[in-house]
């Protein structure tokens, strides 16, 4: 099989790599295509000290059955899938139900470096990792669940209610698949802020108001938008700018849920969450619940989630595509390299 390798950071390359075998209860997925994630790119250039030359990455993906491992049942050979790269050792499966991610023992595909992960033609994951999607489904969506799973955690840790104000600062995948989760979960006043004018365009397109936080008015446009302050917030940026600006704009005894991750450290203005009683949680990745919800809201093809793929391009153009991606092209969305295609 063919796979896109971290050559070194700042390179990467295709390269051949034997074809995996499933061992009992594993499946192997034959990939159709994988979504370049931003941790994936800081991988590339070795910001986040989470990848490491040789590596394989990837797990943002959909693909097929390719095989089926001894005791494996509910699954067919040519199945559309996608799978959940937290995996939690068997032996705490039980005890870590619902907060799958909280695992101190999980393997994370993608991440764990001597796992070869979705940037290869072929993967095996544990059976119960493997999440089966609808055949009638534009297959390249199934790319989409795993950044959607990322949303709706966060979106359910806020504690949103279909009724509710929600701001959501941030226009990159992350604050796209927000909000979807948002809609997924029919609230209707939203309003995101964005300094990416392509960004704002792709928010806009999904029928949702997207505000440049840098105009004199913005805070303002916000209120306009969401008829009055924000009962929720969720940042999905993750520096101090975009924090203090999800804080401000909630309403007294709001919530602000932080899962961009764009400084390790933060200083933040203690009395906008002490004095006016606001709750700030945080969000990491998803439980399998999330994961397996997210997925059934996609296999349903709602017709908004196509905005999000900006492009897809062929496995050999992946070099490429990443470092394109890394000096910082225009691209609005989400970018898939197609393992399924040559050329």
């Known amino acids: 099989m063919k796979a896109l390798k971290l050559a070194e950071f700042g390179r990467m390359e295709v390269v051949d790599l034997p074809d995996p075998e499933p061992g009992p209860g594993e499946v192997v997925i034959r990939i159709v295509a994988t979504g370049v994630c931003g941790s994936d790119l800081h991988g590339f250039t070795g910001e986040n000290g989470r990848r490491v030359p040789g590596q394989v990455m990837g797990h943002e993906s959909v693909g097929t059955v390719a095989a089926l491992g001894s005791g494996v049942d509910g699954f067919d050979v040519g199945d559309p899938v996608t799978f959940n790269p937290v995996v939690v050792p068997e032996a705490d499966v039980e005890a870590y139900a619902g907060r799958e991610q909280l695992s101190p023992d999980k393997r994370v595909i993608g991440v764990t470096p001597d796992i070869v992960a979705s940037f290869a033609q072929l993967i095996v994951v544990p059976a119960r990792n493997v999440v089966a999607l609808p055949a009638s489904m534009p297959i390249e969506l199934g790319a989409l669940v795993e950044p959607l799973a990322v949303a709706v955690h966060a979106v359910r840790n806020a504690g949103v209610q279909a009724s509710d104000a929600v701001l959501v600062t941030g226009a990159g995948p992350i604050g796209q698949s927000v909000v979807l989760a948002l809609q997924m979960h029919g609230v209707s006043r939203v309003a995101v802020t964005e300094v990416v004018p392509s960004r704002r365009a792709l928010i806009e397109d999904l029928g949702v108001t997207a ?14 938008a969401l008829g009055g302050p924000a009962d929720r917030a969720i940042d999905a940026v993750g520096i101090e700018a975009t924090l203090r600006s999800a804080l401000k704009a909630t ?15 933060l200083a933040l203005d203690a009395f906008l969450i002490s004095t006016q009683e ?3 949680v945080g969000s990491f990745t998803y439980s399998a619940q999330d994961f397996a919800d997210a997925a059934a809201w996609i296999g349903s093809a709602p017709p908004q989630a196509r905005a999000l793929i900006s492009r897809q391009v062929p496995l050999a153009q992946g070099p490429q595509t990443f470092a394109d991606l890394a000096s910082g092209d225009d691209t609005a969305g989400k970018v898939l390299v197609r393992l399924d295609e040559e050329e």
């Open 211 to 224: 505000v440049d936080p840098t105009s004199d008015d913005a805070d303002e446009e916000v209120s306009r």
């Open 278 to 280: 606001r709750a700030l």
């Open 251 to 265: 309403k007294i005894g709001g919530t602000v849920c932080l899962v961009g991750m764009g400084a390790p450290t």
